[in-house]
């Protein structure tokens, strides 16, 4: 197959209001775009392991907004992200029918808007990325080989979060991982189930320690630096995540 059979034709979004912006993002002719989630503007560099981007190919995994595809690409990489298709929809935890049901429909909504979201941008700052929907758990060969692979606040959204990490570390010589961090699980090579059947946690799987991906990456064949922890913008409010960076 080749790239231009799997990559996404871009999607032309004129209306701002159609978009769901995860992460706040400056564009040209328009401005800030306040999100609704994440402002990384001024940790970007911690937050991608103050990696070097320039002439790398970058494999990302779950783009959102795009700010981070965008960031990498000022910095000069030449980006392919992987986003969920609309089919799937999301690795819903599989909470009873009934209750699952009334999420659906308002998150197909969201997850349109949220594509527009980076379209919208990819077109005001004259993006060259690529995009590629499809399966997570089974990247195809055709995406080719990359320099890095950068899996950002996704992993903990997955139901197999290994298998992502296994196939980016298959087809690239470094990868970055940042989650959420959790003091409490440190010390230990763990993840714990995040959903309990009070909090309606649907979209979220896993809190994860350090070592958790430390010693997967190790086994895996890669050297781990440092780990980096830093604070991120949520809704006004700072959280500390990690992030971890691997090299064969
Ligand atoms: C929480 S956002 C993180 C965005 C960005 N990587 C960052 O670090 O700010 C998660 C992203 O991963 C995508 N995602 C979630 N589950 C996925 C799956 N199973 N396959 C592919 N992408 C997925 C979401 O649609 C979204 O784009």
Request: glycine share 8%.
């Amino acid at each position: 197959m080749s790239n231009e059979k799997i990559f996404a034709t871009p999607l032309k979004v004129d209306d701002v209001a159609d978009c769901y912006f995860y992460h706040t993002m400056e564009l040209p002719g328009y401005g800030v775009m306040e999100g609704r989630d994440w402002d990384l503007r001024g940790g970007v560099d911690e937050y991608l392991g103050k990696v070097a981007f320039a002439r790398q190919r970058v494999l990302e995994i779950g783009p959102a907004s795009g700010f981070l595809t965008f960031e990498m690409e000022k910095r000069g990489a030449d980006v392919v992200s992987v986003e969920v298709t609309a089919e799937h929809g999301w690795d819903f935890v599989p909470y009873p029918a009934k209750k699952l049901e009334e999420v659906f429909g308002p998150r197909r909504i969201v997850m349109q808007q949220l594509k527009n979201s980076y379209w919208f941008s990819h077109a005001a700052l004259r993006s060259k990325a690529n995009l590629y929907y499809g399966d997570v758990y089974n990247l195809p060969t055709a995406l080719g080989e990359f320099d890095i692979a950068v899996m950002g606040s996704v992993l903990l959204h997955c139901r197999d979060p290994l298998r992502i990490v296994e196939q980016c570390g298959k087809m690239a010589r470094s990868v970055v991982i940042v989650d959420m961090f959790h003091p409490d699980l440190e010390g230990a090579p763990v993840c714990r189930l995040a959903p309990t059947p009070q909090n309606f946690l649907w979209h979220t799987w896993w809190h994860f320690s350090t070592k958790f991906f430390a010693q997967f990456l190790a086994v895996m064949g890669f050297a781990t630096s440092d780990i980096l922890r830093h604070q991120q913008r949520h809704r006004g409010k700072a959280y500390t995540l990690f992030t971890i960076v691997g090299r064969r």
